[in-house]
């Protein structure tokens, strides 16, 4: 993990929101009563995991830059493009999205995708080489991150639910819609770099003229 590209700089308490946001939702989902279109969607799971994933990141780089280097800058971009797909994720549910708007889900695993890739991907692609891997590392990440999370649907409510009958199609959309997502993360995080290359190059040029 690295420090925080100028382009993508941030102040703390963008992310700081997102995670407030996201954790009094799922509290409201989890224990205010009668709220019918919070049912079965394991929401106590989410109440636990959410928070827990959306702080994963920043306790990483805590841990392994910060500990290398005191200077370094938090990457806050980076830490708000990870966290927002759980703001939007719980947000569509709280307004009901989820069952009222038919493409509202597709959308979702799309830009989700490509809102989480992003901030993993400029964490963590700083140093990979060729150009095409960065792309070939994003899109990976999240193909196996989709997996991971289409297993956890299945698991917490899915299996349960009353979404069984329908599960396998919507999970071959879900999985292709989260990849092609990360794809275009992959894409646009291998711009950025690129573009931050030929400033440095532009920099250096200056410097020495």
Not at 121 to 148: D, F, M, N, Q
Not at 177 to 201: K, M, P, Y
Request: net charge negative; hydrophobic share 50%.
């Amino acid at each position: 993990m690295t420090r925080e590209d100028d382009r993508w700089r941030c102040p703390a308490w963008v992310p700081a929101a997102l995670l407030v946001l996201t954790v009094a939702q799922l509290a409201v989902a989890q224990w205010w009563p009668g709220i019918e279109r919070f049912a079965d969607k394991a929401f106590g799971a989410r109440l636990v995991a959410y928070p827990v994933m959306m702080l994963l990141a920043p306790a990483i780089w805590w841990g392994v830059v910060r500990r290398r280097d005191a200077s370094a800058r938090p990457p806050y971009g980076a830490y708000a493009l990870v966290m927002a797909p759980f703001l939007v994720d719980v947000t569509g549910n709280s307004l009901d999205l989820y069952d009222t708007v038919v493409w509202w889900d597709d959308l979702n695993h799309y830009v989700n995708w490509l809102l989480l890739l992003g901030g993993i991907g400029l964490l963590v692609t700083r140093r990979v080489e060729p150009p095409w891997a960065v792309v070939a590392l994003v899109a990976g990440l999240g193909a196996v991150l989709a997996i991971g999370w289409e297993l956890g649907e299945w698991y917490t409510f899915i299996r349960h639910g009353t979404e069984l009958g329908s599960a396998y199609e919507d999970t071959l959309g879900d999985l292709t819609l989260g990849t092609l997502g990360a794809s275009t993360a992959g894409l646009i995080v291998r711009w950025s770099r690129r573009r931050e290359t030929g400033d440095q190059r532009s920099s250096t040029m200056m410097s020495m003229e």
